[in-house]
T-cell receptor, first 119, second 112 residues
Framework: GAGVSQSPSNKVTEKGKDVELRCDPISGHTALYWYRQSLGQGLEFLIYFQGNSAPDKSGLPSDRFSAERTGGSVSTLTIQRTQQEDSAVYLC?????????????????FGEGSRLTVL | QQQVKQSPQSLIVQKGGISIINCAYENTAFDYFPWYQQFPGKGPALLIAIRPDVSEKKEGRFTISFNKSAKQFSLHIMDSQPGDSATYFCAASMDSNYQLIWGAGTKLIIKP
């Protein structure tokens, strides 16, 4: 597709259940980011991928959160044993470059997000 | 050192007026300063960006003013329109670094 695609757009789950959120970045974009945005709040960095590796996982809130990326393309963010405080919009972004040694343009292309509600 | 401080948190401007959002940073190694615009239910999108070799960049009604000595940069929206109502985020980064440091965001409302 032309842009970053995220699914599902909305997910309602019960506390304690596991959820998977998917991100399909722009073709050819090697860098991929996950952010979390609580209602009316700013962007909280979760994890960064360069290709299939994740050199920066520093923003993952707990060990209930994990992410992977396969084939240098699709990424999945998994939240285990969801809690009510996990309710937020999870945004994925991709970028053409981002590896050390190459200029970083700063242009991230965001998807529309996956809104997660934990009851 | 890594923070970007954005103000105000919210802003109401009459149609046709000038909207001004300010950001300040500490890390002098930052060399790229983008502004993103986010509409409700959408992801942020790059609006305009500046590098510190210039003091101002203009694209249509949107202007970034950059003050390197004060370590501040601002977004000016001239002739503000109701369609400009959105949340605006400033950010900063360094070449050769993947990470964007984000401001907290400003919710802008343009009253008709």
């Amino acid at each position: 597709g032309a842009g970053v695609s995220q699914s599902p757009s909305n997910k309602v789950t019960e506390k304690g259940k596991d959820v998977e959120l998917r991100c399909d970045p722009i073709s050819g974009h090697t860098a991929l980011y996950w952010y979390r945005q609580s209602l009316g709040q700013g962007l909280e960095f979760l994890i960064y991928f360069q290709g299939n590796s994740a050199p920066d996982k520093s923003g993952l809130p707990s060990d209930r959160f994990s992410a992977e990326r396969t084939g240098g393309s699709v990424s999945t963010l998994t939240i285990q044993r969801t809690q009510q405080e996990d309710s937020a919009v999870y945004l994925c972004a991709s970028s053409l470059v981002g590896s050390r040694g190459l200029p970083f343009t700063g242009e991230l292309f965001f998807g529309e997000g996956s809104r997660l509600t934990v009851l | 050192q890594q923070q970007v401080k954005q103000s105000p948190q919210s802003l109401i401007v009459q149609k046709g007026g000038i909207s001004i959002i300010n950001c300040a940073y500490e890390n002098t190694a930052f060399d790229y300063f983008p502004w993103y615009q986010q509409f409700p239910g959408k992801g942020p999108a790059l609006l305009i960006a500046i590098r510190p070799d210039v003091s101002e960049k203009k694209e249509g009604r949107f202007t970034i003013s950059f003050n390197k000595s004060a370590k501040q940069f601002s977004l000016h929206i001239m002739d503000s329109q109701p369609g400009d109502s959105a949340t605006y985020f400033c950010a900063a980064s360094m070449d050769s670094n993947y990470q964007l440091i984000w401001g907290a965001g400003t919710k802008l409302i343009i009253k008709p």
